[in-house]
């Protein structure tokens, strides 16, 4: 029986796009919705609660119909049920990142930084994941136009690479350092200089400029 259901799950999520495009009542697909979270947490292996949690999230946000608005609500009140307890939030905080970069819109979800970076830890995730998160966060703040977070997410960004590893992230850089000598409120940037991308833009305009700002 748990095998039948588990499958019923899975064929119901696979399928819950579809509602996007032919159910026309915002609160409709929403009840669909909770009550596929519903059937989620009645599975009972964790392993089977996650991964169905991260199918229903991919499939929220790989539907390409206009209805970006209900998207980020479904995909906040999911992110906001699960977390942090499952390393399966890892999933559903990125696809929650792509559409508010996309949307330019964050009334569901409260994203601290600080407490990203607790739960990044608690999920062991690796650091290339890190940097996905911090990438994304960066962005979805600059569409939010939250420009000091965009920032601080970008110098999390930048502290992830080694010395071996700065050349690869010089366009990070670049930004970071143009953000910061852009931006009104922000006057000191002498803990730029100790990050290993911006130390690979010795010998560029934008390295150039930093110096003169420190």
Known sequence: INAEYGGAV??????????FTRVQADSEVESAFFSLISMIQ???????????????????ISDTSPRTTLKSKLLGHQFNCYQPNLASTYTLLINVLKLVKETGT??????????????????????????????????????????????????????????????????????????HIAHPKIFVMDHLLDLHPIRALDGQLSHELLQIFV
Not at 44 to 52: A, F, L, N, P
Not at 150 to 158: C, D, E
Request: proline fraction near 1%; include cysteine; charge should be negative.
């Open 42 to 60: 009645l599975l009972s292996q964790v392993d089977q609660i996650e991964q169905t949690s991260k199918d229903l999230s991919n499939a929220i």
């Open 10 to 19: 899975a064929s119901l999520i696979v399928h819950y796009p579809l509602l």
């Open 106 to 179: 964050m009334r569901y979800v409260n994203l601290d930084i600080n407490q990203i970076s607790e739960w990044l830890e608690k999920w062991k995730c690796d650091v290339q994941e890190q940097r996905d998160v911090f990438r994304l966060l960066h962005e979805a703040f600059s569409a939010i136009h939250q420009g000091e977070k965009a920032i601080a997410a970008l110098v999390r960004l930048l502290k992830l690479y080694a010395e071996n590893e700065g050349v690869d992230a010089k366009s990070d850089a670049h930004i970071c350092v143009i953000s």
